[in-house]
């Protein structure tokens, strides 16, 4: 069974302050996604890695996929309320039957105070 | 583009009923997802859909759960005789064939009475 380990599960801060959340696991993916989750809406894609040693960038938000493709991180600079929301990694697997579902981290509750 | 579109967004079952879960997917996606949320859990796969074809259903539970895509039609999420730990949030997705990136519905909330 693959597992995705996300942390920190909880994350408050100021706006103004830079933060970095981690998914980490012990399986390769082919594909690692990061989507944001408001309260009684589905989750968004934000980004979708593929290459191993990947950075992707959009806006404040920076993500980078590990050279084994085993872990990722998403780091937010100069955080806003408006980042405020859940935010939650998913590897998508190699291939065979799976090809497509996604394993899911158990996300990260961040508060950005005004 | 409307996206992917769940209904009902919420449903009220009482214990025993049957809840019947839609989902249409964006316009040219021909993949179909569902996912269950559950309290203080992360969002677990339960099956992949292509039209007429189920591909992975590794995450349906054995019993009472089953899931379709007609070649017409929205896909349809099935649960028999329900009960209370059957209530969660139910997320639909699809994508198109490449698998990079799916779209979610906004879900259907299940509460079970």
């Known amino acids: 069974t693959q597992l995705l380990e996300q942390s920190p599960q909880f994350l408050s801060i100021q706006e103004g302050e830079n933060l970095t959340v981690y998914c980490n696991s012990s399986?390769?993916?082919?594909?690692l996604q990061w989507y944001r989750q408001e309260p009684g809406e589905g989750p968004v894609l934000l980004v979708t890695?593929?290459?191993?040693?990947e950075v992707k960038k959009l806006k404040r938000l920076t993500f980078q996929f590990g050279d084994a493709r085993k872990d990722s991180s998403l780091h937010i600079t100069a955080a806003q309320p408006g980042d405020t929301g859940l935010y939650l990694c998913?590897?998508?697997?190699?291939?065979?039957?799976?090809?497509?579902?996604?394993?899911f981290g158990q996300g990260t509750i961040l508060t950005v105070h005004p | 583009n409307a996206g992917v579109m769940q209904n009902p967004r919420h449903l009220v079952r009482r214990r025993g009923q049957e809840a019947r879960l839609r989902c249409s997917p964006m316009?040219?996606?021909?993949?179909v997802y569902w996912y269950r949320q559950l309290p203080e859990e992360g969002l677990k796969f339960m099956v992949y859909?292509?039209?007429?074809?189920?591909?992975?259903e590794s995450g349906m539970p054995k019993e009472r759960f089953s899931a379709e895509f007609p070649k017409e039609g929205p896909s349809i999420l099935r649960i028999q005789q329900v009960v209370r730990g059957d209530s969660a949030a139910y997320f639909c997705?699809?994508?198109?064939?490449?698998?990079?990136?799916?779209?979610f519905g906004s879900g259907t909330r299940l509460t079970v009475v």
């Open positions: 998913a590897g998508a697997n190699a291939g065979g039957t799976s090809y497509g579902k996604l394993t």
């Open positions: 399986s390769v993916f082919s594909s």
């Open positions: 997705a699809s994508s198109p064939p490449s698998n990079y990136g799916y779209t």
């Open positions: 859909l292509q039209k007429e074809n189920i591909i992975d």
């Open positions: 316009k040219g996606h021909s993949h």
């Open positions: 890695v593929v290459t191993g040693g």
